[in-house]
C-alpha cells in the first residue's frame, strides 16, 4: 500500500519561511517523480515543483528563485523549502509520486500566509 504523508504546514507571515516535508512507503522511490502541487480554496490544483530521479528539477515561474525542491532516496522523503511567501501561496500542499505506470498523491498540508 502506497503512502505519502506530508507535514510541515502551518501559519506563517509574508516573507516567512517554511519547510514542507513528504515521507513516502509502499512504493520504488527511487523510481519516482516526486512533486508538489497546491490548491487554494474555489481554484484548481496547480503545480509547485517537481524532481526527477535524475535530480533535475522543474518549478513554474510563481515559485521559481523562491521555493527549492529536494529529495533524499534512502529516506524516501521529498522536501519543499519555501521562502520569502506570499498570501497568495495560501493553499493546501499535495505531495505527489509519478512514474509512466502509476500516480500517487498524499492527503495535503495547509498552508496560510498571514499579510
Known amino acids: 500500500q502506497v503512502q505519502l504523508v506530508e507535514s510541515g504546514g502551518g501559519l506563517v507571515q509574508a516573507g516567512g519561511s517554511l519547510r514542507l516535508s513528504c515521507a513516502a512507503s509502499?512504493?520504488?522511490?527511487?523510481?519516482?517523480?516526486m512533486g508538489w502541487f497546491r490548491q487554494a480554496p474555489g481554484k484548481e490544483r496547480e503545480f509547485v515543483a517537481t524532481?526527477?530521479?535524475?535530480?533535475?528539477?522543474y518549478y513554474p515561474d510563481s515559485a521559481k528563485g523562491r521555493f527549492t525542491i529536494s529529495r533524499d532516496n534512502a529516506e524516501n522523503t521529498v522536501h519543499l523549502q519555501m521562502n520569502s511567501l506570499k498570501p497568495e501561496d495560501t493553499a493546501v500542499y499535495y505531495c505527489?509520486?509519478?512514474?509512466?505506470?502509476?500516480?500517487?498523491w498524499g492527503q495535503g498540508t495547509q498552508v496560510t500566509v498571514s499579510s
Open positions: 509502499g512504493l520504488t522511490f527511487s523510481r519516482y517523480a
Open positions: 524532481i526527477r530521479w535524475t535530480r533535475s528539477t
Open positions: 505527489n509520486a509519478k512514474n509512466p505506470w502509476y500516480d500517487y
